[in-house]
Antibody
Framework: DVQLVESGGGLVQPGGSLRLSCAAS????????MAWVRQAPGKGLEWVSS????????YYAASVKGRFSISRDNSKNTLFLQMNSLRADDTAVYYC??????????????WGQGSLVTVSS | DIQLTQSPSFLSASVGGRVTITCRAS??????LSWYQQKSGRAPKLLIY???TLQSGVPSRFSGTRSGTEFTLTITNLQPEDFATYYC?????????FGQGTKLEIK
C-alpha cells in the first residue's frame, strides 16, 4: 500500500522557520506530482503547494507565496516543505498528498497522517 | 480563483437514509472535481474524482454528478461509518480550492 509519512512538525515562534518532510514508499515517487494541504484546528482544508514529479513547476497558495518553498528529492523518495516567516495563522495539521500523475494533477488519491505545526510564542 | 460553495454546512440523517451534498462553483470549469470524506482526527479519504468516478474500494452507495457549475455527492443507504465531514475540491486551475465542508451527523 502507498505510504506517506510526514515529520518535522512542532512548536515554533512567530517569525521562525520549520521544514516538513514526507517519506514516500510503495510507489514510483518520481512518477507522481505531490502536494501539501493544511487544516487549521477546527477548520476546513486548504491547499498549500504542489510540485510536479520531475521537481519543476511549483505552485503556491497566495497565503504562503514568498514564505514557503516546496521541493523533492526523487533519489530519496522524499517531499519537503520549507516554511519561513511563520505566523500564528500558519498553525495547522499539514498533510502530504499524492497527485494522480506526474504532471497536471486531476485529484489527490493518497494522504499522509499529517504533521502538526504550531506557531506561538 | 474558483470559489466552491458547499451546502448544507450541517446535515442530520438516519442510518439507511439518503443525503445529497451540493458544491457550487463560482465559474464554469471542466469536470475535475473531487469529493473527500474526513472522519474526526483522521486524514481525508478520496471518494470520487472527475465529478463522478468512484475511487477504487469506495462503496457504490456513494455517487457524484455534475450539472453545469453544480456538483452533487449523493450517499444512499447511509451506514454508521458514513457519518463524517465531506469536502469538494476543484482541480481545474490553481489554487486548488476546497469547499468549506459538510458535516453529516446521525439523527
Amino acid at each position: 500500500d502507498v505510504q506517506l509519512v510526514e515529520s518535522g512538525g512542532g512548536l515554533v515562534q512567530p517569525g521562525g522557520s520549520l521544514r516538513l518532510s514526507c517519506a514516500a514508499s510503495e510507489f514510483t515517487f518520481a512518477s507522481h506530482a505531490m502536494a501539501w494541504v493544511r487544516q487549521a484546528p477546527g477548520k476546513g482544508l486548504e491547499w498549500v503547494s504542489s510540485i510536479s514529479g520531475s521537481g519543476d513547476s511549483p505552485y503556491y497558495a497566495a497565503s504562503v507565496k514568498g514564505r514557503f518553498s516546496i521541493s523533492r528529492d526523487n533519489s530519496k523518495n522524499t517531499l519537503f516543505l520549507q516554511m519561513n516567516s511563520l505566523r500564528a495563522d500558519d498553525t495547522a495539521v499539514y498533510y502530504c498528498v499524492r497527485g494522480d500523475g506526474g504532471g497536471r494533477i486531476f485529484y489527490f488519491d493518497y494522504w499522509g497522517q499529517g504533521s502538526l505545526v504550531t506557531v506561538s510564542s | 480563483d474558483i470559489q466552491l460553495t458547499q451546502s448544507p454546512s450541517f446535515l442530520s440523517a438516519s442510518v439507511g437514509g439518503r443525503v445529497t451534498i451540493t458544491c457550487r462553483a463560482s465559474q464554469a470549469f471542466s469536470s475535475y472535481l473531487s469529493w473527500y470524506q474526513q472522519k474526526s482526527g483522521r486524514a481525508p479519504k478520496l471518494l470520487i474524482y472527475a465529478s463522478s468516478t468512484l475511487q477504487s474500494g469506495v462503496p457504490s452507495r456513494f455517487s457524484g454528478t455534475r450539472s453545469g457549475t453544480e456538483f452533487t455527492l449523493t450517499i444512499t443507504n447511509l451506514q454508521p461509518e458514513d457519518f463524517a465531514t465531506y469536502y469538494c475540491q476543484q482541480f481545474n486551475s490553481y489554487p486548488f480550492t476546497f469547499g468549506q465542508g459538510t458535516k453529516l451527523e446521525i439523527k
